[in-house]
Protein backbone atom coordinates (compact mmCIF):
# COMPACT_ATOMS: atom_id res chain seq x y z
CA UNK A 1 0.00 0.00 0.00
CA UNK A 2 1.14 3.48 -0.42
CA UNK A 3 0.85 6.23 1.74
CA UNK A 4 -2.18 7.91 0.91
CA UNK A 5 -3.96 4.25 1.44
CA UNK A 6 -2.39 3.81 4.44
CA UNK A 7 -3.84 6.99 5.63
CA UNK A 8 -7.16 6.53 3.88
CA UNK A 9 -7.41 2.62 5.62
CA UNK A 10 -6.03 3.45 8.55
CA UNK A 11 -8.94 3.04 10.90
CA UNK A 12 -9.27 -0.25 9.56
CA UNK A 13 -5.99 -1.11 10.05
CA UNK A 14 -5.33 -0.29 13.45
CA UNK A 15 -8.06 -2.94 14.15
CA UNK A 16 -6.18 -6.14 15.00
CA UNK A 17 -8.80 -7.90 12.98
CA UNK A 18 -7.67 -6.60 10.26
CA UNK A 19 -4.69 -4.72 10.12
CA UNK A 20 -2.46 -4.01 6.79
CA UNK A 21 -2.69 -7.73 5.81
CA UNK A 22 -6.49 -7.53 6.22
CA UNK A 23 -6.75 -4.56 4.39
CA UNK A 24 -4.67 -6.13 1.85
CA UNK A 25 -7.09 -9.32 1.75
CA UNK A 26 -9.95 -6.19 0.80
CA UNK A 27 -8.05 -4.52 -2.15
CA UNK A 28 -7.71 -8.10 -3.38
CA UNK A 29 -11.37 -8.95 -3.10
CA UNK A 30 -14.48 -9.07 -5.62
CA UNK A 31 -17.47 -8.22 -4.60
CA UNK A 32 -21.08 -8.82 -6.69
CA UNK A 33 -23.57 -6.79 -5.40
CA UNK A 34 -26.89 -7.93 -6.76
CA UNK A 35 -29.26 -4.65 -6.87
CA UNK A 36 -28.22 -1.09 -6.47
CA UNK A 37 -31.62 0.15 -4.11
CA UNK A 38 -32.74 0.34 -1.00
CA UNK A 39 -29.87 -2.58 0.52
CA UNK A 40 -27.31 -2.29 -2.48
CA UNK A 41 -26.77 1.37 -1.80
CA UNK A 42 -25.37 1.59 1.59
CA UNK A 43 -23.90 -1.92 1.15
CA UNK A 44 -22.24 -0.67 -2.43
CA UNK A 45 -21.14 3.12 0.08
CA UNK A 46 -19.36 0.94 2.61
CA UNK A 47 -17.81 -2.04 0.29
CA UNK A 48 -16.13 1.01 -1.98
CA UNK A 49 -14.98 3.28 1.28
CA UNK A 50 -13.52 -0.04 2.94
CA UNK A 51 -11.02 -0.60 -0.37
CA UNK A 52 -12.22 -3.57 -2.33
CA UNK A 53 -10.61 -4.09 -5.38
CA UNK A 54 -13.48 -4.66 -7.34
CA UNK A 55 -16.98 -4.66 -6.94
CA UNK A 56 -19.84 -5.31 -9.82
CA UNK A 57 -22.62 -3.54 -9.50
CA UNK A 58 -26.00 -5.10 -11.37
CA UNK A 59 -29.75 -3.90 -11.41
CA UNK A 60 -31.83 -3.35 -14.42
CA UNK A 61 -34.15 -0.66 -13.28
CA UNK A 62 -33.45 3.15 -14.24
CA UNK A 63 -33.21 5.85 -10.77
CA UNK A 64 -37.03 6.77 -10.38
CA UNK A 65 -38.19 9.60 -8.17
CA UNK A 66 -39.64 6.70 -6.29
CA UNK A 67 -36.36 5.49 -5.04
CA UNK A 68 -34.98 8.20 -3.45
CA UNK A 69 -36.72 8.15 0.12
CA UNK A 70 -33.92 5.37 0.73
CA UNK A 71 -32.01 4.40 -2.07
CA UNK A 72 -28.95 6.70 -1.20
CA UNK A 73 -26.61 5.87 -4.10
CA UNK A 74 -28.74 7.86 -6.20
CA UNK A 75 -29.79 11.58 -6.60
CA UNK A 76 -32.52 13.99 -7.93
CA UNK A 77 -30.59 14.73 -10.86
CA UNK A 78 -29.96 11.17 -11.87
CA UNK A 79 -33.51 10.69 -12.01
CA UNK A 80 -34.08 8.49 -15.71
CA UNK A 81 -29.65 7.37 -15.33
CA UNK A 82 -29.65 3.54 -15.14
CA UNK A 83 -29.12 2.40 -11.16
CA UNK A 84 -25.62 0.88 -11.86
CA UNK A 85 -24.41 4.14 -13.86
CA UNK A 86 -25.76 6.66 -10.99
CA UNK A 87 -24.02 4.30 -8.45
CA UNK A 88 -21.10 4.32 -10.39
CA UNK A 89 -20.85 8.02 -10.12
CA UNK A 90 -21.47 7.93 -6.98
CA UNK A 91 -19.22 5.13 -5.96
CA UNK A 92 -16.09 7.03 -7.89
CA UNK A 93 -16.89 10.06 -6.16
CA UNK A 94 -16.26 8.16 -2.29
CA UNK A 95 -12.97 6.16 -3.45
CA UNK A 96 -11.81 6.53 -7.39
CA UNK A 97 -9.19 3.33 -6.15
CA UNK A 98 -12.18 0.58 -6.55
CA UNK A 99 -12.90 -0.57 -9.76
CA UNK A 100 -16.51 -0.39 -10.23
CA UNK A 101 -17.89 -2.95 -12.73
CA UNK A 102 -21.80 -2.49 -13.97
CA UNK A 103 -23.93 -4.77 -15.33
CA UNK A 104 -26.92 -2.67 -16.23
CA UNK A 105 -29.81 -5.29 -16.55
CA UNK A 106 -31.92 -8.22 -14.79
CA UNK A 107 -29.91 -11.30 -14.71
CA UNK A 108 -31.34 -14.52 -15.65
CA UNK A 109 -29.02 -18.11 -14.09
CA UNK A 110 -26.41 -17.73 -16.70
CA UNK A 111 -25.55 -14.72 -16.30
CA UNK A 112 -25.33 -15.19 -12.73
CA UNK A 113 -23.17 -17.81 -13.11
CA UNK A 114 -20.61 -16.24 -14.94
CA UNK A 115 -20.65 -13.56 -12.38
CA UNK A 116 -20.97 -15.31 -9.34
CA UNK A 117 -17.82 -17.93 -10.41
CA UNK A 118 -15.82 -14.08 -10.55
CA UNK A 119 -16.24 -12.84 -7.50
CA UNK A 120 -15.04 -13.72 -3.88
CA UNK A 121 -17.82 -12.93 -1.98
CA UNK A 122 -21.85 -11.95 -3.20
CA UNK A 123 -25.08 -9.61 -1.59
CA UNK A 124 -28.36 -10.45 -2.85
CA UNK A 125 -29.51 -7.06 -2.25
CA UNK A 126 -32.22 -7.36 -4.68
CA UNK A 127 -36.42 -7.51 -4.35
CA UNK A 128 -37.86 -10.88 -5.71
CA UNK A 129 -37.57 -14.12 -5.13
CA UNK A 130 -36.68 -15.72 -8.33
CA UNK A 131 -33.58 -13.73 -8.73
CA UNK A 132 -32.77 -14.50 -4.89
CA UNK A 133 -32.80 -18.19 -5.40
CA UNK A 134 -31.08 -17.99 -8.53
CA UNK A 135 -28.01 -16.27 -6.88
CA UNK A 136 -28.39 -18.31 -4.53
CA UNK A 137 -27.81 -21.97 -6.77
CA UNK A 138 -24.68 -20.17 -8.30
CA UNK A 139 -23.69 -19.37 -5.41
CA UNK A 140 -23.69 -23.28 -3.94
CA UNK A 141 -22.80 -24.54 -7.16
CA UNK A 142 -19.64 -21.70 -6.69
CA UNK A 143 -18.99 -22.10 -3.28
CA UNK A 144 -18.81 -18.39 -2.78
CA UNK A 145 -20.01 -16.81 0.67
CA UNK A 146 -23.57 -14.93 -0.02
CA UNK A 147 -25.09 -12.40 2.59
CA UNK A 148 -28.16 -12.01 1.68
CA UNK A 149 -30.93 -9.41 2.86
CA UNK A 150 -33.93 -8.16 3.23
CA UNK A 151 -36.02 -5.18 4.16
CA UNK A 152 -40.11 -4.43 4.16
CA UNK A 153 -41.86 -1.92 6.13
CA UNK A 154 -40.09 -2.12 9.49
CA UNK A 155 -39.05 -4.94 9.25
CA UNK A 156 -35.40 -6.55 8.21
CA UNK A 157 -33.48 -9.83 7.59
CA UNK A 158 -30.35 -10.44 7.47
CA UNK A 159 -28.28 -13.88 6.73
CA UNK A 160 -24.73 -15.40 5.58
CA UNK A 161 -24.45 -18.20 4.25
CA UNK A 162 -20.89 -20.04 3.69
CA UNK A 163 -21.15 -23.34 1.55
CA UNK A 164 -17.55 -24.19 1.99
CA UNK A 165 -18.53 -24.77 5.74
CA UNK A 166 -19.97 -28.38 5.76
CA UNK A 167 -23.19 -27.36 8.32
CA UNK A 168 -23.73 -24.16 6.51
CA UNK A 169 -27.32 -24.14 5.12
CA UNK A 170 -27.96 -22.38 1.89
CA UNK A 171 -30.98 -20.06 1.34
CA UNK A 172 -33.23 -22.52 0.02
CA UNK A 173 -32.54 -24.48 3.09
CA UNK A 174 -34.63 -21.45 5.12
CA UNK A 175 -36.38 -20.52 2.19
CA UNK A 176 -37.25 -23.54 -0.02
CA UNK A 177 -38.01 -22.41 -3.50
CA UNK A 178 -41.60 -22.13 -4.74
CA UNK A 179 -42.66 -20.95 -0.98
CA UNK A 180 -42.66 -17.67 -2.74
CA UNK A 181 -44.55 -14.32 -1.99
CA UNK A 182 -42.86 -13.25 -5.29
CA UNK A 183 -42.57 -9.84 -6.10
CA UNK A 184 -44.22 -8.40 -3.04
CA UNK A 185 -41.16 -6.65 -1.92
CA UNK A 186 -41.16 -4.16 -4.83
CA UNK A 187 -44.47 -3.34 -4.36
CA UNK A 188 -44.95 -2.81 -0.68
CA UNK A 189 -44.24 -0.14 1.98
CA UNK A 190 -40.60 0.11 3.34
CA UNK A 191 -39.20 2.88 6.05
CA UNK A 192 -36.23 4.50 5.17
CA UNK A 193 -33.03 3.40 7.89
CA UNK A 194 -34.33 -0.14 7.60
CA UNK A 195 -33.08 -0.53 4.27
CA UNK A 196 -29.85 1.34 5.65
CA UNK A 197 -29.49 -0.81 8.57
CA UNK A 198 -29.79 -3.92 6.85
CA UNK A 199 -27.46 -2.92 3.67
CA UNK A 200 -24.96 -1.78 6.26
CA UNK A 201 -25.01 -5.02 8.04
CA UNK A 202 -24.69 -6.97 4.76
CA UNK A 203 -21.35 -4.84 3.75
CA UNK A 204 -19.96 -5.83 7.47
CA UNK A 205 -20.31 -9.43 6.86
CA UNK A 206 -18.97 -9.20 3.30
CA UNK A 207 -16.08 -7.18 4.73
CA UNK A 208 -15.76 -9.66 7.61
CA UNK A 209 -15.84 -12.95 4.92
CA UNK A 210 -12.82 -11.05 2.80
CA UNK A 211 -10.38 -9.95 5.23
CA UNK A 212 -10.92 -13.22 7.37
CA UNK A 213 -11.87 -11.05 10.22
CA UNK A 214 -14.58 -12.75 13.30
CA UNK A 215 -17.46 -14.73 12.89
CA UNK A 216 -19.91 -14.90 10.29
CA UNK A 217 -23.99 -14.93 10.73
CA UNK A 218 -23.81 -18.39 9.22
CA UNK A 219 -26.79 -20.85 10.35
CA UNK A 220 -28.34 -17.80 12.23
CA UNK A 221 -30.91 -15.11 10.79
CA UNK A 222 -30.62 -11.85 12.64
CA UNK A 223 -34.24 -9.88 12.24
CA UNK A 224 -35.41 -6.53 13.14
CA UNK A 225 -38.20 -4.69 14.00
CA UNK A 226 -37.56 -1.48 14.03
CA UNK A 227 -41.30 -0.30 15.33
CA UNK A 228 -39.79 -1.39 18.13
CA UNK A 229 -36.42 -1.56 17.60
CA UNK A 230 -36.17 -5.11 19.09
CA UNK A 231 -33.69 -7.88 17.60
CA UNK A 232 -33.82 -11.13 17.73
CA UNK A 233 -32.05 -14.36 15.66
CA UNK A 234 -33.14 -17.47 15.34
CA UNK A 235 -30.63 -20.86 13.97
CA UNK A 236 -31.18 -22.20 10.65
CA UNK A 237 -30.31 -25.59 10.29
CA UNK A 238 -28.98 -27.37 7.32
CA UNK A 239 -32.05 -28.99 5.44
CA UNK A 240 -30.47 -32.79 4.57
CA UNK A 241 -33.66 -32.67 1.89
CA UNK A 242 -32.54 -29.14 0.33
CA UNK A 243 -33.52 -29.42 -3.45
CA UNK A 244 -30.19 -27.07 -3.68
CA UNK A 245 -27.23 -28.00 -1.72
CA UNK A 246 -28.40 -31.57 -0.71
CA UNK A 247 -26.14 -33.42 -3.01
CA UNK A 248 -23.08 -30.82 -2.53
ZN1 LIG B 1 -29.82 -25.76 1.04
Given at each position: MNDDQLLRYSRHILLNEIGVEGQERLRDTHMLVIGAGGLGSPAAYYLTSAGVGTLTLVDGDNVDLTNLQRQILHTTERIGLPKTESGRIALAALNPEVRVVTVARRVDAAALDGLVADATVVLDCCDNFATRHAVNRACVSHRRPLVSGAAVRFDGQIASFD????ESPCYACLFPPGDGEDELCSVMGVFAPVTGIVGTIQAAEALKFAAGAGTSLTGRLLMLDALTMQWHSVRVPRDPDCPVCAAR
Open positions: VRAA
